[in-house]
């Protein structure tokens, strides 16, 4: 390879490479396209590493093998792929230049990335933690809703097939069968095209697709990635399939206990049989991936979860976390009948008492929520270099009522500061010490990501998010960020200044550069008690 960097494999390829095809080295296909060196070789292709000769850039070309490229059908179909991703423009789709035929060599040019497949992650690391398994779900969703309303549908949603860039962006590739959804499955023969592993259950039967058979398939793949092992499992391709058909996937918590409650209903539900009975659409289970994302990122303080060793099996280890939720339940209970005896004491003993004509007890109000005025604000960058902050003459724009104008980051080459900085933010000096009942945040919509820190203090200096406890977070942020706080105690959100703490830039912008822009801040609360 030209400079020594990993590369992608945009394709579905084997963990064992063939070899590569002797006289390609070197080869210019089309006059215009100079090889390299194999990526990887999957059943249909083989992926290079190349240089446009024209442009000057490098890219990824994918070749048909050559004991298929004379047979009509493989070749038509390895056509559609082209076709079919250029119909697609996404920060989300690996990205399709050019197609090639030379010589009998048929080839479609792609876009190159410094990535690695989810599957070599996975067959590295065996599971991914819940957090970052949302997040690749969030992007992939993304890539599958702009697909679907193109109409297509990919069809073999597979880990092979995602890629985790090293600059934190995820990408889906190879639409080599993917269809219209008016059109039924592509078969060869009689035999299914596809991985069975990942295939939804009216893909298996040759029944009519639609978006739907795509979500089961990705839920498929973050199954394996909260449990490290696929729902259903033979010896064979048929006996997976035909698990699939007539068996219930067991619950991700039973195989590992700290998957949380609300992320594991939600795969569960991507792998109900009947395409009816799961999510409708791509943004309706982002939606509620959303959802279980903030449950997952709960804005209440309190202690790590500790997870016992499992000795005993799936079942215990089960039984364990449900008691584990169970006995604050009951807790909680107690407390709150408790509270309500007292309430009822409480309320007869003031009755009685105004009844006997005795003066009425004082009861305390509760301050009135309006919007908190805000002094000024200061972009806080702990780890940057000169001038402290960022874009200093921009940060009145955060809230100055007008949406049409915003504070922003500068810009980054990756999402994660290429791990130079923790993260970047800016603080939100309050005109008197409030407690805080909301937080709203209005601005990119990119999939960034932060933490919100209610600090008592008037300046910023000696403040390090790394070491303090966010008082929220939220992540993969697509549209506003809405933060109701009043569920936590008021000492938690009482202070002089907000800290708006940014963790991750999400996909880049038109300029292929990372930042964030906050257009509009609004606080709302009421004057902390002394």
Known sequence: MADGRARPNPTDVTRVEAAPVQGFVGLTLCGRYELHGLIG??????????????????VAVKILHPHLSGDETFVTRFRAEAVSAARLSHPNIVGV?????????????????????LRSYLDEHHIVDSDTTIRIGLRLLDALEAAHRAGLVHRDV??????????????????????????????????LVGTATYLSPEQLLGNKIDGRADLYSLGIVMYECLTGRVPFQGDTGAAVALARLHSVPLDPRRVRSDVPPGLAATVMRTLERDPDDRFNSAADLRAALLNTSVEAQPVRSRPAVQ??????????????????????????????????????????????DESSGSASSATTSVPASSELAIADAIPFDPQGKGEPGENNQLKAKAFDRDPETAWRTEGYD????????????????????????????????????????????????????????????????????????????????????????ITNLGSPQEDERHRVEIAEITLTGSAAAN
């Open 41 to 58: 070789s999957g059943g249909m292709a083989q992926v290079w590493d190349a240089t446009d000769l024209i442009l000057g850039r490098e």
């Open 414 to 501: 990756t999402a994660n500061f290429f791990g130079s900085k923790k993260g970047v933010g800016l603080g939100l000096v309050l005109e008197e010490r409030s407690l805080v009942d909301r937080v709203l945040i209005e601005g990119s919509t990119n999939g960034w990501s932060g933490s919100i820190y209610i600090i008592d203090a008037e300046d910023l200096d000696g403040v390090d998010p790394g070491t303090s406890k966010p008082t929220a977070t939220f992540q993969d942020v697509s549209g506003a960020v809405d933060l109701d706080l009043t569920q936590l105690d008021a000492s938690q959100r009482t202070g002089s200044s907000v800290l708006i703490w």
């Open 97 to 117: 230049y050019d197609t090639c035929s030379d010589n009998g060599n048929e080839a479609i040019v792609m876009e190159l990335l410094d990535a690695t497949t």
């Open 158 to 191: 597979k880990p092979s097939n995602i890629l985790l860039c090293v600059d934190g962006r995820v990408k889906i590739a190879d639409f080599g069968i993917a269809k219209a959804e008016d059109q039924t499955e592509l078969t060869q023969d009689g035999a």
């Open 307 to 352: 997870i016992d060793p499992d000795p005993t099996g799936p079942g215990e280890s089960f039984a364990k976390s449900e008691r584990k939720w169970l006995y604050p339940a009951l807790f909680i209970l107690l407390v709150a009948t408790a509270l309500v005896i007292a309430g009822l004491l409480v309320r007869e003993t003031t009755l009685d």
